[in-house]
């Protein structure tokens, strides 16, 4: 099992820059597919991207690509976000796998899940 531990989220404009950490421990995240999933108010949780252990293949949701990115080390998982919408509103949530990113992405396959952190942009 790995404990995930998000962090750097917060209040921002719109247009604005976050950049999320999330600080694994327990286990080497390279054994692992890591990804990100948000839940807006009111709404379900959804994936948002996605990261192969090798580092070799992302993927993204399509309402962040071209905004967002994901890239990690052995122990930290991190979701560069630029260009932030009053709509990207949410706790993010970072998570880890052993399924492709692909299938975490369409089945929402997960092993750990971080406690969230919250980013609220404002208009």
């Known amino acids: 099992q790995v404990q995930l531990v998000e962090s750097g989220g917060g209040l921002v404009q719109s247009g604005g820059s976050l950049r999320l950490s999330c600080t694994a421990s327990g286990r080497p995240l390279t054994e692992y597919t890591v990804a990100w999933f948000r839940q807006p108010p009111g709404k379900e949780r959804e994936f948002v991207a996605g990261?192969?252990?090798?580092?070799?293949y992302s993927n993204y949701a399509d309402s962040v690509k071209e905004r967002f990115t994901i890239s990690r080390n052995k122990t930290t998982v991190y979701l560069l976000m630029s260009n932030l919408d009053p709509e990207d509103t949410a706790v993010y949530y970072c998570?880890?796998?052993?399924?492709?990113?692909?299938?975490?992405?369409?089945?929402?396959?997960?092993?750990?899940w971080g406690q969230g952190t919250q980013v609220t942009v404002s208009s």
């Open positions: 998570a880890t796998s052993r399924a492709h990113p692909e299938v975490v992405r369409s089945r929402g396959i997960v092993e750990d």
């Open positions: 990261n192969a252990w090798a580092g070799i």
